[in-house]
T-cell receptor, first 111, second 113 residues
């Protein structure tokens, strides 16, 4: 099983970019990297996913290294509402559709 | 933007009683899921459902659990005889395809007394 490693916590000043790293050295060649977040007392929220190329949407950017062993989620201008636990994980596929959540990174955006 | 809705938001039940948690997935989604999160712990997969049958389940999803799509819009999780350790947040999710992003509801907090 692909495993991911994330720092347990990070702080970011409001208005600055938040860069959240994830190591996924055992991810297989056809597995996407998915990012979700969970704001306190809410359900997990899908942010973004990618395979090899960098991706950007209205919420965030995803930078995946060329060897696919790590990725970085970038929130370009963090707000207080971005305070949450952020999870990276291999995406569903290849006969298994379950998402496997780890402990994630607790991001605190500070005024 | 379409969203997954879950009811009730909080359910309190006596141990040994049956409980049904309800979910309305996003309307054009074909895959449905249940996850749970015990307080302070990770989100755990329970079951996935497609084409009116279970496609995958975890070890947690034992004979006490069942899922059903009784009509074209609802997706339910039933726990037949609840135990204290079933106390958790239960999240429903849906996706357009099996390898597409899953979108979650805000959960039902189940408290077993």
């Amino acid at each position: 099983d692909a495993k991911t490693t994330q720092p347990p916590s990070m702080d970011c000043a409001e208005g600055r970019a938040a860069n959240l790293p994830c190591n996924h050295s055992t991810i297989s060649g056809n597995e996407y990297v998915y990012w979700y977040r969970q704001i306190h007392s809410q359900g997990p929220q899908y942010i973004i996913h990618g395979l090899k190329n960098n991706e950007t949407n209205e919420m965030a950017s995803l930078i995946i290294t060329e060897d696919r062993k790590s990725s970085t989620l970038i929130l370009p201008h963090a707000t207080l509402r971005d305070t949450a636990v952020y999870y990276c994980m291999p995406g569903p596929g290849a006969g298994s559709y379950q998402l496997t959540f780890g402990k994630g990174t607790k991001l605190s955006v500070i005024p | 933007e379409p969203e997954v809705t879950q009811t009730p938001s909080h359910q309190v039940t006596q141990m040994g009683q049956e409980v049904i948690l309800r979910c309305v997935p996003i309307s054009n989604h074909l895959y449905f899921y249940w996850y749970r999160q015990i307080l302070g712990q990770k989100v755990e997969f329970l079951v996935s459902f497609y084409n009116n049958e279970i496609s995958e389940k975890s070890e947690i999803f034992d004979d006490q659990f069942s899922v059903e799509r009784p009509d074209g819009s609802n997706f339910t999780l039933k726990i037949r005889s609840t135990k204290l350790e079933d106390s958790a947040m239960y999240f429903c999710a849906s996706s357009r395809g099996g390898n597409q992003p899953q979108h979650f509801g805000d959960g039902t907090r189940l408290s077993i007394l």
